[in-house]
């Protein structure tokens, strides 16, 4: 099973192109997976016989487990080989790998008596496995007083589940008399005429929910806000589309965000929460909304493209996005997001970072505003900015630089211009 992206941990097999015992050569496609992201294709590398398939149509595996054997006709498959996988198990290795959230090393209080097992640490950090991370997000558990099983102390998503499992049994007390008439008032309801069932949440639904709760819940930020005067740039645009030239306000955000982040290398990188890294190129995400849910494609190189450069990748991006085809370099290696709600006249609103960027930048619409001007009244086209950083990479007085070479940038309508000419 490929990995599709640095935050997968498993992927989900939806249909096999091949059958057992028909020629495979180098290219074609095997079968086809869905991630929380996306759905893609899965290529042969090598030529042979498809000989025996190990992960059926709706198994969930983990990411570098083997899916299929490919080799010679009759070649017998190779001892030891796994059994087909209904259900995500955790795998030694890769999925094990710690990430080490940087939280407090207090450990929360404990019930009167009971002794407070130790969390992996390391030089005050917590060791945890992605998927441990995941599944203490989604349960609200909070990890710093599970004891880890994994290499070096390190948490894993059994120590989780473990621990959930403990909590449950202890909350849950001896069923007490029920009164009369309680069991009726307690009852859940009977749906009424024209109201639909409950449906589970969708495995994008439900991975979107954990990164975010854990992106709140480890990543320590602050919100900065700036109004943009974008009259100029919105006259700009009427002109441009005048001539047969349609190019939005996320074109031109994104065109401003690439060169800031340029100008701001601090701002430019990635952590896991114990390093930094610092990246030379400007693969810049954009937020895209699906009716499925929401997926970050990445704009690679955008500091190299012009405004037309960047309508035309953000454009091709989403329209792979919404076919469910993005591949790895697709969905990874942005270092800083933009997502903009401009289009459906919000004032303003925050945005929460994509895990392991350094920030996000959250664009609202353009209101007409009365502004003072050279002693006077006027009216002008304000957007509101909004910035929430990651404080272990960016601090309070780089966020706001960062923030003002932003709006500078729109403001100055003329160097768009130039910059949009460059297409």
Known sequence: MPKPGQMTEDCTVIAWHKREGDPV???????EIETDKSTMEVEAFDEGVLLRIVAPEGATIPVNAVCAWVGEAGESVPEGAPAAVGAAVEAPGALEAAVALDVPTAVPATPAGAAAPPAARGEGRLRISPRAARTAAEAGIDPRGIAGTGPEGRITERDVRAAIEARTSAATPAPAPVPVGAAAANAVPALGEGEEPPRPLSRMRRVIAARLALSATTIPTFTVTAGVDVTGLLALRRELKSDGIDLSVTDYVLAAVAQALVEFPDVNARTDGISVWPRRAVHLGLAVSLPAGL????????????????????ARLATAARDGRLGP???TGSTFTVSNLGMFGVDAFTAIINPGESGVLAVASAQETPVAVNGGLAVRSIMRLT??????????????????????????HRELRRDAALG
């Open 329 to 331: 370099d697709g969905l």
């Open 25 to 31: 050569h180098r290219g074609d496609v095997l079968f």
């Open 295 to 314: 997926v970050v494609p990445v704009i690679r190189d955008a500091d190299r493209l012009s405004v037309y450069g960047l309508h035309a990748e953000a």
């Open 387 to 412: 910035l929430t950083a990651d404080h272990r990479m960016v601090d309070g007085e780089l966020g706001a630089r960062f923030l003002n070479a932003i709006r500078r940038r729109l403001e100055n």
